[in-house]
């Protein structure tokens, strides 16, 4: 007997969105992997310290490679699939995809950064600022302690270029840290992938009390395993903006000339007035 083909779709779907969800699984495993094996091509060495977890195993650069590129791909792979999932009616829960990627940024902030070392800069910026002086004027080269000596060129000779908010942040991180480099980095990685979250819940809540379009929310954010290695895993300052302007759009939203017409009000903030 032939399945009608609303079933059979929905049967397709469902086979999709395993794919998408098992290839992001072990893209984003692959990519917290690297992290954990420790200083390479791909990971900063780290002074000693409690957090983030990692060994010291100097994996090849060869290696490294193949593990991310392995991971892009299947990010790649994940995200399109997931897309042509949800066209064939695939519907996971949004909440539970929303809580995945949660828990994955969650992890990839427990170990090494992966695949820039940005965030050795925004530990001596931070170094800086809670020394008292202006990291908008000293360079890190000025300084001869473990922090300085982390930055790698040419943010070794470059004076802070993040704004105030950022800067305050991350000398709120060193403190936190007791000057510790490897635990600041760590903290500024945690910080970095909460603000990634949020910005995630927010778009979850934009977009209203549809299904479709919470799940759509999740897999162009939140859930993203592209975005999640880029971002998180990374552990890039980008985060703090883009939760920011989430927010400033959230609020938007319930603002008087925010809606189609002018003289219209626009929709309440999924948060309430």
Not at 86 to 113: M, T
Not at 122 to 139: E, F, L, N, S
Not at 191 to 218: E, K, P, S, T, Y
Request: glycine share 12%; hydrophobic share 50%; proline share 9%.
């Amino acid at each position: 007997m032939t399945q009608p083909a609303s079933t059979a779709l929905l049967s397709d779907g469902t086979r999709l969105g395993r794919l998408a969800m098992a290839a992001a699984a072990v893209a984003l495993g692959l990519v917290a992997l690297t992290g954990v094996l420790g200083p390479s091509a791909a990971v900063v060495p780290l002074p000693p310290g409690p957090f983030p977890l990692g060994a010291s195993l100097h994996p090849s650069a060869w290696l490294v490679t193949l593990l991310l590129a392995a991971a892009v791909g299947l990010s790649v792979i994940a995200t399109a699939t997931g897309w042509a999932a949800l066209r064939k009616a695939w519907a996971p829960s949004p909440s539970r995809l929303l809580a995945a990627g949660i828990v994955a940024a969650g992890l990839l902030a427990a170990v090494p950064p992966v695949g820039g070392a940005d965030v050795l800069s925004y530990a001596a910026y931070g170094h800086i600022a809670d020394q008292g002086r202006d990291p908008y004027a000293v360079r890190p080269s000025s300084l001869t302690d473990p922090f300085a000596r982390a930055v790698e060129d040419p943010w070794r000779s470059t004076p802070s270029v993040y704004g105030p908010l950022a800067t305050a942040e991350q000398a709120l991180v060193v403190r936190l840290s007791r000057s510790n480099p490897r635990v600041a980095v760590g903290l500024l990685d945690v910080v970095n992938a909460a603000a990634f979250a949020a910005a995630g819940w927010l778009l979850f809540l934009l977009a209203g009390g549809d299904d479709d379009r919470r799940r759509r929310a999740v897999l162009a954010f939140g859930g993203n395993p592209v975005l999640l290695f880029a971002v998180v895993a990374g552990a890039h300052v980008d985060a703090l903006a883009v939760v920011a302007v989430v927010g400033a759009l959230g609020l938007l939203g319930g603002r008087p000339g925010a809606g189609a017409r002018g003289d219209e009000e626009g929709p309440e903030p999924p948060w309430g007035r």
